[in-house]
């Protein structure tokens, strides 16, 4: 009776002298052959590394490939486990008697290619000989870091940057300056420093124009599969598109990098050579610098009520967005026809996500809905007059917002420095926790600007309203008055104050399909009320909806 046999294959991204994983099959496959062995399980973990930094380290719950291997191997599924090498199991200790141990358990020879015999660990010589193996590649590891920070440390010595993927604006020598996407940077920062755009709106333009980083393009594999974008996987073991699209964010970071004025910085500190090329000069770079922690403003004003707030079904905010129909030219013997003018609310993956749909809904239509139905919120009293502490409250978490946003720019610093390569997954942690934080200081911010609902023309209306007697409107005409006061004193709040009291009211969101805003969903409100109606339709958001409301 033939041996079952299952097969491991692994390769980290260091690994350059090791087959690649499909490779590695193909060769234990007919190596499996020649020994007269059935091929059953195949388990892989490509790109996954296997070393820990410290004896006692362990890399399993990072290989999905061999946590399954192991989960089978308990089960007795199969009686031989092949691998090109030993080192393509475990390269700690703790990994490689994890698999020392199971595999006495449960009765599995290992067989590597090009070993005449298998090698059976349940043995006194067996276990010597696989400590051995992980106590080799331990050693060889150990041996091969310590070559490498040398090395590290003569480059930087002689003002050479390290190697990585090739930084926007240079060449893949990451020295010379690759002219016309530096030309943007260089237009990017004086536009900037002048005031003239804002990081947002160079952001707009950048896309706009189609100006990638080689992180946003394809790569070979995507290619080869068909792809016009580059794919990567997520934490979660989840494939999605890397986004296309420039944020004020990124380009706030790619700006603020110290090799475009030709700076070399390792741990946060400038080093005293350095080979690559300037961009700008570094007193631009000080410049932009200073504007940046002055509070410059990174993104223009709001300038639609329900941009951000809005969010698609698939869970993106939507964003304001202007779209024509239409000629407006005259073109030969064709006369110019009358141009349309679309404002819509449109998904902000719709650009680059092309898996599923996204919703796209007219703005006047949902701007109109949500203002009626804040009014509405305002007569019924739920919104309250603001207590005493809301000014100091409000200050509190002004300062601690700044704090926090002083945190993200510190750890987006740290990311993108290579040479804390070491850490980046805690400052991602770090980074995503700062954002949740971010994001409950605005909630809250907005929740206390709702409740002073200005302290301006509206408060006033709405104490008068409310000492007035409860007994119906005389006529038609004085229940106009009272409307039109209204929405002249709602008309005359900032927008940014509108925003806020509604994202404190509601958490709205659009589903694709269908028209109009039967698609509206007004969603969950703090404390446990739902202000809505069952069929958004049946409400009207226009002079007529004063009914509703009184």
Known sequence: MKLRAAIYARISNKDKRTPKVADQIAILKLF???????????FQDDGIAASGKSIDDTTLEKRPGAQALLKAMEAKEFDVLLAVEGERLARTYQDGLKFISTSADAGVLWHFEGDRTPLDVSTPNGEETAVAIFTSGRREGRIRDARQRRRYERERAAGMPLWGTRPFGFEPDRITVREEEAA??????????????????????????GVKTDAMRPSEADVEAGRDYRERVSRDGEKRPVSTVWTATTVRQLLLRPRNAGLLVYKGQQLAESK?????????????????????PVSERAVTLLGGVLRC???AVMHGTTSYSQRNKERGNV???????????????????KSQRHASIAQGAVDDFFTATLLADLFHDR????????????????????ENQENVKHVGAQLLDPALKSIHAQGKSNLAALDSERE??????????????????????????????DAPFKDTEEREAWEARLREAWGSLPIDRQRAMIRARYRPSVKVGGRGISRLSLGQLPGGDYMGFDNPVSFEPEPEGWAAIS
């Open 276 to 296: 690559i090329e300037r961009i700008i000069e570094p007193e631009q770079h000080e410049a932009l610098k200073s504007r940046v922690k002055a509070g410059t």
């Open 440 to 469: 409950e200081l605005e909630a809250e911010r907005d929740r206390l600007l709702s409740r002073a609902a200005d302290g301006g023309a509206l408060s006033g209306f709405l104490d008068e309203w409310r000492r007035s007697d």
């Open 383 to 402: 919104i309250k007059a603001p207590g005493d502490d809301v000014s100091a409250k409000l200050s509190d978490l002004a300062q601690r917002l700044i």
């Open 335 to 353: 006369p110019a026809g009358k141009r349309y003018v679309f404002k819509n609310y449109k998904c902000s993956k719709a650009l680059y996500d």
């Open 184 to 209: 943007y940077i260089r237009t990017a920062v004086a536009d900037y420093l002048s005031g003239t755009r804002s990081m947002l709106r160079i952001a707009k333009d950048w896309t706009a124009a």
């Open 313 to 315: 079904e698939c869970g």
């Open 32 to 42: 499996a052959g020649e020994c007269g062995y059935t091929v059953g399980p195949v």
